[in-house]
């Protein structure tokens, strides 16, 4: 049972590259999140899902698409990555979307 | 738009009491949420506020005044292991948080 994991831990990119960040849950939850940390920013939300095949967007879902074909698995992907995209990525997820949320370990990405 | 305040850091010693405070301003609220978070850590939830007044478990207290758009975190007997920084979050529409930025609670001995 490993809850929420997230791939990869760490990555660095160049300025225009493209990737893409995958959540996966074993909890059966059907509400997937993505957050940003930046230092002294809190948490952001970027986008969201409140069942598979849905998606919406949070506060901050400019230069970010996300993804849910199955409801285990939630993706973020940066089309062009840019360096104000450096920050640490969590994803959560919870049953319902009042209950507590579940986070992953996060994915700190490096943009130069 | 959605706002939420909370101090940015707060210290004091082991065995105090220390009371982390959150004012908010947001539309379709449905609840006040308080997560902790350890030094490269992830957030990791301690409690939840739908209706008005006190909620506790164990050494960690939760408050919440809606009508006064105000809830407080109240950590006693704090040990060194609290350190830690602590968020405020809203519940929004039943679907999503939002999240202040976050206090740095330092004990020290």
């Known amino acids: 049972n490993a809850g929420v994991t997230q791939t990869p831990k760490f990555r660095v990119l160049k300025t225009g590259q493209s990737m893409t960040l995958l959540c996966a849950q074993d909890?059966?939850?059907?509400?997937m999140y993505w957050y940003r940390q930046d230092p002294g920013m809190g948490l952001r939300l970027i986008h969201y899902?409140?069942?598979?095949?849905?998606?919406a967007k949070g506060e901050v879902p400019d230069g970010y698409n996300v993804s849910r074909l199955k409801k285990q698995n939630f993706l973020l992907g940066l089309e062009s990555a840019a360096p104000s995209q450096t920050s640490v990525y969590f994803c959560a997820t919870t049953t319902s979307g009042i209950g507590e949320q579940y986070f992953g370990p996060g994915t700190r990405l490096t943009v130069t | 738009g959605q706002s939420l305040e909370q101090p940015s850091e707060v210290t004091a010693v082991e065995g105090a009491i220390v009371q982390i405070n959150c004012t908010y301003q947001?539309?379709?609220?449905?609840?006040l949420s308080w997560y902790q978070q350890h030094d490269g850590g992830a957030p990791t939830f301690l409690s939840y506020n739908a209706l008005d007044g006190l909620e506790e478990t164990g050494r960690f207290s939760s408050f919440l005044s809606r009508s006064d758009s105000y809830g407080y975190l109240l950590l006693q007997e704090l040990q060194m292991k609290d350190s830690a920084s602590y968020f405020c979050?809203?519940?929004?529409?039943?679907?999503?948080?939002?999240f202040g930025k976050g206090t740095t609670l330092s004990v020290s001995s």
């Open positions: 909890m059966n939850h059907e509400y």
């Open positions: 899902s409140v069942g598979e095949g849905t998606t």
């Open positions: 979050a809203v519940n929004q529409a039943g679907t999503a948080l939002i």
């Open positions: 947001t539309s379709g609220f449905y609840g």
